[in-house]
């Protein structure tokens, strides 16, 4: 049916439309690969990962506000594992671990505070 409404309307505008349906194709192709892209180093990881933690964030559990001395311990595929020492709402520090992986065909961010928070 669509093609029938093409064919009634001028060839310019039939063109323009098959042209427009192309580029709207091409964007949202850029805009998923974007996405799936993601953070490349453990620096930009750790922007992913401030969010969440503020979102979490309660009485037991602090915000993480910054995360300092940053490590990569891998990065292959997209995937990558991270550590640093993560400065928290309440003054403390703790050792944390953060990663992206990829399961179910999404991606995912996640971290973990490691050993007791400490002054």
Do not use: H
């Amino acid at each position: 049916m669509a093609q029938a409404e093409l064919k009634d309307q001028p060839k310019g505008k039939a063109g323009s439309a098959a042209s427009w349906a192309i580029f709207g194709a091409a964007v949202f192709a850029l805009a998923y690969w974007l996405m799936s892209a993601g953070p490349t180093t453990c620096e930009a990881l750790k922007n992913d990962v401030l969010p969440i933690s503020k979102e979490n964030a309660n009485a037991i559990q602090p915000r993480i506000i910054e995360i300092v001395e940053i490590k990569t311990v891998s990065n292959a595929d997209g995937e990558m594992r991270c550590t640093g020492l993560a400065i928290l709402s309440n003054a403390m520090k703790q050792n944390v671990t953060f990663e992206r992986t990829k399961e179910y065909d999404q991606w995912w961010v996640k971290y973990e505070g490691q050993g007791l928070p400490f002054n």
